[in-house]
Nanobody, 122 residues
Framework: VQLQASGGGLVQAGGSLRLSCAASGRTFSAYARGWFRQAPGEEREFVAAISWSGGTTSYADSAKGRFTISRDNAKNTVYLQMNSLKPEDTAVYYC????????????????WGQGTLVTVSS
C-alpha cells in the first residue's frame, strides 16, 4: 500500500495550492481520509478529514474557511485545496487513511503517506 502525496511547492502569501494524495495497492473508498501537517520543530497536527462518502468533513480551526478537502473514490485520491495561504501554513503535509473521521481527527491512521512540502513566503 502506498499513499503518494503531491502538489506542494513554494507560493507567495495569499496564493493557492492543491495537494493530491493518490493511493495504490488497495482501494480506500470505504475509509475516511485526512491531511496533517508538521512545521519545523513542531508536532504533527490535524488539518482536515473527509468521510468515505465525502458527506462529512472536519477542519482544524486554522484551516476553516481557507482549505477544502475533497475526494474522488474512482481515482482513490483525496485532495486539499488551500487558498489564502499564510507563512504559518509552511509545513510538510501528510495524507492519511483512517476508519472514520473521528479517528482522523484523533490522529489515528491506518496508513500514512510520505509528505509534500509547502512553503509560503511573505
Amino acid at each position: 500500500v502506498q499513499l503518494q502525496a503531491s502538489g506542494g511547492g513554494l507560493v507567495q502569501a495569499g496564493g493557492s495550492l492543491r495537494l493530491s494524495c493518490a493511493a495504490s495497492g488497495r482501494t480506500f473508498s470505504a475509509y475516511a481520509r485526512g491531511w496533517f501537517r508538521q512545521a519545523p520543530g513542531e508536532e504533527r497536527e490535524f488539518v482536515a478529514a473527509i468521510s468515505w462518502s465525502g458527506g462529512t468533513t472536519s477542519y482544524a480551526d486554522s484551516a476553516k474557511g481557507r482549505f477544502t478537502i475533497s475526494r474522488d473514490n474512482a481515482k482513490n485520491t483525496v485532495y486539499l485545496q488551500m487558498n489564502s495561504l499564510k507563512p504559518e501554513d509552511t509545513a510538510v503535509y501528510y495524507c492519511a487513511v483512517s476508519n472514520n473521521v473521528r479517528a482522523v481527527v484523533a490522529g489515528q491512521a491506518n496508513y500514512w503517506g510520505q509528505g509534500t512540502l509547502v512553503t509560503v513566503s511573505s
